[in-house]
Structure formats: structure tokens, C-alpha cells
């Protein structure tokens, strides 16, 4: 699997890590987009939002919840921030496998994309 997120996961490339557990990973963006920018990813490989199972709905529930605590002890839950999940080469995903971005410490555009 030369997938480079489960490499992370796996530890085999480096990455900063800010949250893990049983079921996942959070890190720093390596070409963050705002001063705040991490990456929540499963441990498991699911390729993208279009290959969600419904038994995964937990699973994504969970990393919501955990960009939410992220946000606050990152200390941006209060002015704000954006969580976003690219689907597909149109939604620009680059990485397949699923994984949310937090992002915030800057004002955001106000267009979506
Ligand atoms: P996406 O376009 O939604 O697939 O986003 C993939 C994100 O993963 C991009 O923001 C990349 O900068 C980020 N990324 C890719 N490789 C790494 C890495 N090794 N460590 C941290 N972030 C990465
Ligand atoms: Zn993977």
C-alpha cells in the first residue's frame, strides 16, 4: 500500500502529530493553507467520503468531534474556523484517503470554494 497517510499512520514518514487514539490521527498540514491547519484522518483506509460505508458514520462522526476539541485547545473554537472534506479530482482531493481538514487562525474566504 503506497498509500502516503496510512504510511503516516503507520509511522513509516514523519509527520507532527497533535491527536491520536484506537481509531485516530490527527497532524499538521505539511503545506498549511491558514495558521492553523491539521489533517484528521482514520486509521483505517477508506479512500474518500464516495466509498463511506454506513457502518463508517460513527467513525466520521468521531473525527468531527475531534476537530471540535482540536479547534478548542488550539485555541480558534471562539473567533471560528472551517472544516472541510474534499471528495473526488472535481472536489480536490489529492490524497485518497479520507481525511477532514481543520482550518482557522485567519479570516476565511467567504466563498466556499
Ligand atoms: P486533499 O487535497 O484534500 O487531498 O488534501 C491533502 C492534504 O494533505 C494537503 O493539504 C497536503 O498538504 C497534505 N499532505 C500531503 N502529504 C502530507 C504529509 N506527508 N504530511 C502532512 N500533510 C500532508
Ligand atoms: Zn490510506
Known amino acids: 500500500m503506497d498509500c502516503i497517510f496510512c504510511q503516516i499512520v503507520e509511522g513509516k514518514i514523519p509527520s507532527d502529530i497533535v ?7 490527527a497532524f499538521r498540514d505539511i503545506k498549511p493553507q491558514a495558521p492553523l491547519h491539521l489533517v484528521i484522518i482514520p486509521r483505517k483506509h477508506i479512500p474518500s467520503l ?3 460505508k454506513e457502518s463508517d458514520s460513527a467513525l466520521v462522526g468521531r473525527m468531527v468531534a475531534v476537530a471540535n476539541q482540536l479547534a478548542k485547545d488550539e ?14 479530482k472535481e472536489g480536490g482531493q489529492l490524497v485518497p484517503h479520507l481525511h ?14
Open 19 to 25: 491527536y491520536q487514539d484506537e481509531e485516530i490521527i
Open 100 to 113: 477532514l481538514h481543520l482550518l482557522g487562525g485567519r479570516k476565511l474566504s467567504d466563498q466556499i470554494g
Open 50 to 52: 464516495d466509498q463511506l
Open 75 to 88: 485555541g480558534v473554537a471562539q473567533k471560528g474556523y472551517r472544516v472541510v472534506i474534499n471528495c473526488g
